[in-house]
């Protein structure tokens, strides 16, 4: 498979670069609203234009004052952006025109040595295209006009950029991973810290406000000779605590983001416990035949309370009978404590019985399940269950033929799938049940 470049868009705050991100990308992947700063972390997409592929990096959006406290940091994401894209759209508002930022981001640009074109947006009409001009002051030969919004000119910008561009100088590797995992939890438990000190780099951007991270963030590391991508979330709140658009957008993004996962990382704040929100997010992994892995944060904290962590386990277990078929794992992200086991466990939730499990090995299963503990009768008939086979590998579905396949009642597939889980090997993965005719 051929390389892609890596575009990263870049300019100040609100003139556009996320509406571009998402036309270029061809879905809402990064939010869109009338607040300055709204991305603060870089976003990651991928796009085509005549036959080109190329992954987009939106950014944060800078200004040269120190009034917002993440600022700096939005500083470094943009720097972090322009080391490893391979070429730049510096993107400037058309209307609002000449900006102090712009030209302190021009400097930025020019000092990183990557090929760029500048994009003059909210051009939406032919009448518009005189707003270029004005950028001619800042020394650049070809200020483009577009629309973002309607995406009139922007074919035109990626053909100037993409004759700028060295495609056969690309280092960059292919976006094909071995495993996908999504990091999810309420807001301020630590997972963008996580995130930090899996990669041992900072990616997205920390800090004690909770709902700093706003968007999904992806991050593909190395891991034994392994592709692993790791995506950082937005906290998932209760809807009722929803309480603006963006953060509504973000919860969307976070959702999308676990469904499109391999497995998930649920993260737990030690000090707080796991609360009822926990358990719905929990379910949803679960509702969605997600393979999961529970990891309790900030430990060193709660650590100092002498409760240890299998009586922390059974605490959880009583809120949340289920979680005992997922592995639990009690980790610092600050101090970095059982940090090295997160990937490996894991990596071994992800691999595990990736084969599908034999119709003969099931039959066998089935046959003793219903020895010791037959299917009890309802409405006065007697329930008989024929023989089980697995119909789909991810997530693990077996289908279960009986007589009367609508009178089996929920206690009974309880213990189905206990007796299932003691059978074989199946820690951390979500198993479903088909109850089918026969």
């Known amino acids: 498979m051929a390389k892609k470049p890596k575009i990263a868009i870049v300019g100040r705050p609100n003139v556009g670069k996320s509406t571009l991100f998402n036309k270029l990308s061809g879905k809402r992947a990064s939010i869109v609203d009338q607040m300055e700063g709204v ?31 993440f600022n700096e940091k939005i500083k470094v994401q943009i720097s972090a952006a322009l080391n490893e894209c391979d070429g730049i759209i510096f993107l ?11 030209q302190f981001l021009s400097k930025v ?35 483009i006009p577009i629309s973002a919004l309607n995406g009139s000119g922007v074919g035109d910008m990626l053909d100037n950029l993409f004759e700028l561009i060295d495609f056969n100088s690309i280092s960059q590797t292919d976006d094909n991973t071995d495993c996908s995992i999504t990091i999810v939890g309420m807001p301020n438990v630590g997972k963008s810290s996580l995130l ?30 392994k592709d692993i991508k790791i995506v950082d979330t937005a906290g998932l709140r209760k809807k009722s605590k929803v309480d603006s658009d963006i953060e509504f957008y973000s919860s969307l993004r976070a959702m999308d983001s676990l469904l499109r996962s391999d497995l998930v990382l649920l993260v737990v704040d030690a000090e707080k416990g796991f609360t009822k929100q926990e358990k719905t997010i929990a379910k949803e992994v679960i509702k969605k035949g997600k393979r999961m892995v529970i990891l309790v944060n900030k430990w060193d904290l709660a650590s ?35 940090i090295s086991n997160v990937l490996e466990i894991a990596w071994e939730t992800f691999t595990k019985q990736r084969d599908k499990l034999s119709t003969k090995e099931l039959n066998v299963w089935i046959e003793k399940a219903v020895r010791n503990y037959p299917p009890p009768a309802a409405q006065g008939k007697s329930i008989k269950i024929k023989f089980v086979e697995q119909v789909q590998q991810s997530p693990p579905i077996l289908a279960l033929f009986s007589n009367y396949p609508k009178l089996i009642s929920i206690q009974y597939l309880r213990y189905l799938h206990n007796q299932l889980r003691e059978s074989f090997d199946l820690k951390g993965i979500t198993i479903k049940f088909s109850l089918r005719k026969s």
């Open 39 to 69: 991305t603060r972390d870089r976003v990651y997409s991928s796009a085509e234009w005549l036959s080109q592929e190329f992954n987009i990096i939106d950014t944060g959006g800078y200004v040269s004052s120190n009034e917002d406290v």
């Open 109 to 143: 640009i020019r000092k990183s040595g990557k090929k760029f074109v500048m994009g003059v947006n909210k051009c939406d009409t032919p009448e518009h295209n005189t707003r270029k001009d004005q950028f001619f002051d800042m020394g650049f030969e070809n200020p």
């Open 304 to 338: 100092g309370t002498n409760v240890s962590a299998e009586l922390y386990k059974e605490d959880m277990y009583m809120e949340f009978k289920d979680l005992q078929h997922y592995p639990i794992l009690f980790v610092s992200a600050l101090t970095k404590r059982r």
């Open 196 to 225: 930090n000190a899996l990669i041992q780099r900072e990616q997205a951007i920390v800090s004690d406000i909770a709902g700093t991270t706003r968007d999904s963030v992806d991050t593909i590391i190395k891991w034994h000779g």
């Open 92 to 102: 400037v508002d058309g209307k609002d025109g000449l900006n102090p930022n712009d």
